[in-house]
């Protein structure tokens, strides 16, 4: 019973911290099974739709090359980078790989790109650039290369997600 009572209590904190808090931020509304996670504590001056964290384990990672890694559960990894990318560079990595062969885009836009790849079997990807204020940024899916690759439905999801995010503007954040 008390480590039923305990893992609800570490719920119901986690949610609280993931969904901003604040009346201020309630004005996003988050899609069916997603959380807005405020990322201005990371130095990043915008929310982000992740995936429920109560029956999920979220991890949040600034890496030493400046990225931040997000990871919830199994079906969310997403690595935001302060700089845009070249997307013309890597459509032509992407259509040049040997062994990760392209198959198609699922989305191709100014700005981002989803695609369909395979090694063994079907591989999904993205990558997607937005300006934030005056700051570039690129997001795209974090590869597990001890794990299976994303699914078509989650790499759609994160898709989603970056291109969702909403910038916080000063008056949100006191």
Same mark, same amino acid.
């Given at each position: 019973?008390?480590?039923?009572?305990?893992?609800? !209590?570490?719920?119901?904190?986690?949610?609280? !911290?993931?969904?901003?808090?604040?009346?201020?931020?309630?004005?996003?509304?988050?899609?069916?099974?997603?959380?807005?996670?405020?990322?201005? $504590?990371?130095?990043?001056?915008?929310?982000?739709?992740?995936?429920?964290?109560?029956?999920?384990?979220?991890?949040?990672?600034?890496?030493? /090359?400046?990225?931040?890694?997000? $990871?919830?559960?199994?079906?969310?990894?997403?690595?935001?980078?302060?700089?845009?990318?070249?997307?013309?560079?890597?459509?032509?990595?992407?259509?040049?790989?040997?062994?990760?062969?392209?198959?198609? =885009?699922?989305?191709?836009?100014?700005?981002?790109? !989803?695609?369909?790849?395979?090694?063994?079997?079907?591989?999904?990807?993205?990558?997607? /650039?937005?300006?934030?204020?005056?700051?570039? =940024?690129?997001?795209?899916?974090? $590869?597990?290369?001890?794990? /299976?690759?994303?699914?078509?439905?989650?790499?759609? $999801? !994160?898709?989603?997600?970056?291109?969702?995010?909403?910038?916080?503007?000063?008056?949100?954040?006191?």
């Amino acid at each position: 019973m008390r480590k039923t009572l305990v893992t609800l !209590m570490s719920a119901t904190i986690l949610t609280g !911290m993931v969904s901003c808090g604040g009346k201020k931020n309630e004005e996003i509304a988050a899609p069916q099974g997603m959380h807005v996670l405020n990322l201005n $504590r990371f130095g990043k001056p915008f929310t982000i739709f992740v995936p429920d964290t109560v029956a999920n384990k979220m991890e949040i990672v600034e890496q030493s /090359n400046g990225s931040l890694d997000i $990871r919830v559960g199994k079906t969310f990894a997403i690595s935001i980078n302060e700089q845009a990318a070249d997307i013309e560079l890597r459509k032509q990595d992407i259509k040049g790989d040997e062994i990760n062969k392209f198959k198609s =885009y699922l989305a191709e836009e100014p700005n981002a790109i !989803m695609w369909e790849s395979e090694i063994v079997q079907p591989e999904f990807h993205f990558l997607i /650039n937005q300006k934030i204020g005056t700051t570039d =940024y690129s997001f795209e899916d974090l $590869r597990d290369t001890e794990a /299976n690759a994303l699914g078509k439905d989650a790499i759609q $999801r !994160m898709f989603d997600s970056a291109k969702n995010i909403k910038e916080i503007h000063k008056e949100q954040n006191s």
